[in-house]
């Protein structure tokens, strides 16, 4: 069974740019979630897709974060206009039942 | 104070002893908790999960559950050196995402 994979595995964009990660999640998993590690911090929750609609939100850190769900299957986040200090690790996780999350490789994205 | 804590580390054991790794929550109405295993650029694997008092085996994994005194700690028995990593508590609130709150996690170094 595939795993959950993340595009691309590293972005480096200048500030003020667009990116957009992806996740595909373990088929059959209606559960997504994305989650974010700045430097030196704990792993942050910021949004919980079921299917393709948004559960909960309440983690994005302002409107320049936008996620969507497509179809219910995989997931994109797009960051725009990109800042300083949406740097980070942005890790998405699937789950069947919501309890038991497995992680993706997670994005390194740098903004400069 | 953080919703999960940890001690950063390093813990440092020789090979073939116990690791104890330790972890305190302050929700009292947590539910349910993970020990994640991450090494250095990859992503959290999970290793264990609990949801009721007492303790869970599996393998040289044991993890310890008190509610009453909000404490979680993860034991790994025969320490390897392939068991140095960072280990990331995890909670879960029982909310209606059943998002995870992680702690900043604790390096482990077994030494051969």
């Known amino acids: 069974e595939a795993g959950v994979t993340q595009f691309p595995s590293h972005s480096v964009i200048e500030k003020g740019q667009t990116v957009t990660l992806r996740c595909d999640p373990i088929s059959g998993h209606d559960n997504l979630y994305w989650y974010r590690r700045v430097m030196g911090k704990e792993i942050k929750f910021l949004l919980h897709f079921v299917k393709e609609s948004k559960q909960d939100e309440s983690g994005m850190p302002n409107n320049r974060f936008l996620a969507e769900r497509t179809g219910g299957t995989y997931s994109t986040l797009k960051v725009q206009p990109a800042e300083l200090e949406d740097s980070g690790v942005y890790f998405c996780?699937?789950?069947?039942?919501?309890?038991?999350?497995?992680f993706g490789p997670g994005t390194r994205l740098t903004v400069t | 104070q953080k919703e999960v804590e940890q001690n950063s580390g390093p813990l440092s054991v020789p090979e073939g002893a116990i690791a104890s790794l330790n972890c305190t929550y302050s929700?009292?109405?947590?539910?349910?908790f993970f020990w994640y295993r991450q090494y250095s650029g990859k992503s959290p694997e999970l290793i264990m999960s609990i949801y009721s008092n007492g303790d869970k085996e599996d393998g040289r994994f044991t993890a310890q559950l008190n509610k009453a005194s909000q404490y979680v700690s993860l034991l790994i028995r025969d320490s390897q050196p392939s068991d140095s990593a960072t280990y990331l508590c995890a909670v879960n609130r029982g909310d209606s995402s059943y998002k995870l709150i992680f702690g900043s996690g604790t390096r482990l170094l077994v030494r051969p």
């Open positions: 929700d009292r109405g947590s539910q349910s």
């Open positions: 996780a699937s789950s069947l039942n919501m309890e038991e999350q497995y």
